[in-house]
Nanobody, 121 residues
Framework: QVQLVESGGGLVQAGDSLRLSCAAS????????IAWFRQAPGKEREFVVG????????DYATSVKGRFSVFADDAKNTVYLQMNNLKPEDTAVYYC??????????????WGQGTQVTVSS
């Protein structure tokens, strides 16, 4: 069973930066890519970005394009989400998930516990 552990969330002010980490216990054929999602209170879960361990990346969600960047450190089995110029609307629980194929409509079988990001105005 692949396990994912997120870290790096917190309370910041608008304009600040945070880096989230997603550490995977292993990489398998069914856990070959990592995606970041977020869910704000009362809203549907939103796909943010996905990346393979070889560095292939999906497009970013329009709401974060130009401010967020994702990169994978395959030596550490860890994917990072660098979030710059944070806005109050970025407030959400951020989840990483792993699956076999990359894409915002693909199935992701493994999920982390989530990490809260709160951005104050």
């Amino acid at each position: 069973q692949v396990q994912l552990v997120e870290s790096g969330g917190g309370l910041v002010q608008a304009g600040d930066s945070l880096r989230l980490s997603c550490a995977a216990s292993e990489r398998t054929s069914s856990a070959a890519v990592i995606a970041w999602f977020r869910q704000a209170p009362g809203k549907e879960r939103e796909f943010v970005v996905g990346v393979s361990w070889t560095g292939i990346r999906t497009d970013y969600a329009t709401s974060v394009k130009g401010r967020f960047s994702v990169f994978a450190d395959d030596a550490k089995n860890t994917v990072y989400l660098q979030m710059n110029n944070l806005k109050p609307e970025d407030t959400a629980v951020y989840y990483c998930a792993s699956g076999a194929r990359l894409g915002n409509h693909e199935r992701y079988d493994y999920w982390g516990q989530g990490t809260q990001v709160t951005v104050s105005s």
